[in-house]
């Protein structure tokens, strides 16, 4: 996730440079952190902020235990204070315990250019030893009054955990945007290989991850995850290439969750995040609610 030219004025190659590059510059000039490719900024969550990852898909804070049934999770996230710059969004998932899917969309910019995302997920149940998964992406760039810049990818991952003497060794690896079509080219998206290894104790997880880009940029962070009780979650990360800190903390009442997240970067800028969610309703083991 290191810094490198927001590729728009590519992806709108023959239109007036002007038109694109002026509100780009006063949105990101105070904030060069956010000066990323195009639909580099995944989520902006709560869970990402907390794990320093917002060009990924973080764990959840309570997800230690695999759930079935219906969930829904909503988030808005402001982008270094820039008044109308933020990133939202929504996704649905069905849990059968063998299988999951997950539907999200989220959008991110200023009034008149704007990312959009749409995600279908299909994955196995989290609760075997070896669980895959595959990825479709839909990724549209809007700028207004002009025709819209659109691309398709695909991608795959696999998640494994295994006892560890008195923890729990979990690791997950991503092939991320192997497959591009449609207008990739114009919007420079890159394959990558997000991965991260992660220990889990009874009431903390500390996990080691990294995001290696196709063009050899890599972004490693480190992540703690402390349980206070069953009701809360608190999550810090550390990021390097740009230096970066996260803070995030999570409330569950029954079904209802309610988190907060701080992203600090190198340059001064910062990102904050509210998210709610309603968690599936039935839990593996033992099938409480």
Request: hydrophobic share 45%.
């Amino acid at each position: 996730m290191s810094p490198r030219p927001m590729p728009v004025p590519a992806a709108f190659a023959g239109l007036d440079a002007l038109r694109i590059l002026v509100p780009l510059l006063v949105s990101l000039a105070a904030t060069p952190s956010m000066a990323l490719g195009a639909f580099e900024l995944r989520d902006a969550s709560p869970v990402a902020l907390g794990s320093v990852s917002m060009d990924r898909e973080a764990r959840g804070f309570f997800d230690e235990v695999p759930r079935r049934g219906f969930g829904f999770v909503a988030s808005h996230a402001s982008l270094h204070g820039v008044e109308g710059l933020a990133s939202e969004q929504a996704r649905a998932s069905l849990d059968s315990g063998a299988l999951g899917i997950d539907l999200a969309h989220a959008q991110t910019g200023a009034p008149g250019l704007r990312e959009h995302a749409t995600r279908l997920t299909l994955r196995e149940g989290a609760a075997r030893l070896v669980s895959l998964s595959a990825r479709a992406e839909r990724l549209v760039l809007t700028l207004e009054g002009e025709p819209r810049v659109e691309a398709w990818t695909l991608g795959a991952g696999a998640r494994g955990h295994a006892p560890l003497g008195s923890v729990r060794l979990e690791v997950e690896v991503s092939a991320d945007r192997v497959w591009r079509g449609g207008d990739a080219e114009r919007l420079a998206l890159a394959p990558a290989v997000p991965w991260s290894v992660g220990l889990r104790a009874q009431a903390a997880r500390l996990e080691v991850a990294d995001h290696w880009e196709g063009d050899g940029r890599t972004s490693p962070r480190l992540v703690l995850d402390v349980r206070a009780g069953r009701l809360l979650a608190l999550r810090f990360g550390r990021g390097e290439r740009p230096g970066r800190t996260g803070a995030a903390a999570a409330v569950r009442v029954r079904r209802l969750e309610v988190a907060v997240g701080r992203w600090d970067d190198e340059y001064g800028g910062s990102v904050s995040s509210l998210s709610l969610r309603l968690v599936p309703g039935i839990a593996e083991s033992g099938g409480k609610r």
